[in-house]
């Protein structure tokens, strides 16, 4: 969409008509939208607030400054031209101005007499002149610098700066199509959110299921191995016989603490170490590791593991309640 851009154009009135129909066409031309207040009567304080609103409501400020320096507010003693050249600089309203040559000033004069020169303030003017120089700025000697000075500083501004400006209505997207097409989207999203909800509570459904079913076969491969312990293990006067599993349930707490071949131990960790351990080792529940900074080595538990014994737990308390 191509912005138009809104600039206000100020300066003195009577002695700059030429030169403000010239900067309004060239704004015209460059296609954005002039805006002058030539059917406002400078010297009005009430005015001045409307000129204000105006300057805010346009993207961009251009001022032409001639030879006169203007009528001056009572209170401020500042001319109003120059009042509305502050209030577009301290609102750092986008700006740029057109300065009369001293040579053409004369020019001018000569030709149309000494009215269009300051007699009443002229250093006041000099001050205003020298402060419009020291911001963005050139000098003109006719209309043509002046239309040539419009037509290269708007696209400058207009590049550099993020503008509110003008847009054709028929530039507009139907805004009625871009509200049902976001409500229809927004009931696709809803729509996807639920049906993701139910794919992601199946899949924890069916990862359980499968776990519960893992863990019952591996149950009850454990209860079908079966391992002789020998009287020196359990301080009993003959050899017993457990299953594998049941001898998990009995050694969780053993095995979870971790298993180790440590010289000098009890035999009933010797044979827990060397005959229960790599059993379950096949099966995944315990894995054996080098022990940092010692000779020996250990059993510990793995993450297969210690859900394995969750699930017996969490089943026992079930049973139980």
Request: with cysteine; proline share 3%; hydrophobic share 35%.
């Amino acid at each position: 969409m191509k912005k138009r851009l809104q600039v206000f154009i100020s300066s003195t009135y009577i002695d700059l008509i030429e030169e403000r129909q010239a900067a309004v066409g060239a704004v015209l031309k460059s296609g954005h939208i002039p805006a002058g207040m030539e059917l406002f009567t400078a010297g009005d304080k009430s005015q001045l607030e409307i000129i204000k609103r105006w300057i805010d409501e346009s993207d961009v400020y251009m001022l032409i400054l001639g030879g006169r320096y203007g009528s001056v507010e009572p209170e401020s003693g500042v001319s109003y031209t120059e009042l509305e050249y502050n209030y577009a600089l301290e609102n750092d309203k986008p700006l740029f101005s057109v300065v009369i040559k001293e040579d053409a000033l004369e020019e001018k004069v000569k030709v149309v007499g000494t009215s269009i020169l300051e007699k009443e303030r002229p250093a006041e003017l000099k001050i205003f002149r020298e402060k419009v120089l020291s911001n963005m700025s050139s000098f003109f000697e006719d209309e043509k610098d002046i239309r040539l000075c419009v037509m290269e500083s708007l696209p400058d501004i207009a590049s550099t700066r993020e503008l509110s400006g003008w847009v054709s209505g028929s530039e507009v997207p139907n805004s009625k199509t871009l509200i049902d097409e976001i409500t229809q989207l927004s009931k696709q999203v809803a729509e996807l959110s639920k049906e993701n909800a139910v794919l992601k509570e199946k899949a924890l459904i069916g990862k359980k299921d499968n776990t519960e079913t893992e863990f019952n076969d591996l149950k009850t491969v454990l209860k079908s191995i079966e391992i002789k312990i020998p009287p020196s293990s359990t301080g009993e006067d003959k050899e017993l016989e457990l299953d594998l599993f049941s001898l998990l349930i009995q050694l969780k707490d053993t095995i979870v603490t971790g298993v180790t071949n440590q010289p000098g131990q009890h035999d009933s960790y010797s044979f827990i170490y060397h005959n229960v351990c790599p059993k379950l080792q096949i099966h995944g529940i315990v894995n054996n590791e080098k022990v940092a900074g010692v000779r020996w080595r250990r059993f510990s538990i793995t993450k297969l593991g210690q859900e394995f014994l969750a699930y017996i737990e969490r089943n026992k308390f079930l049973v139980n309640t």
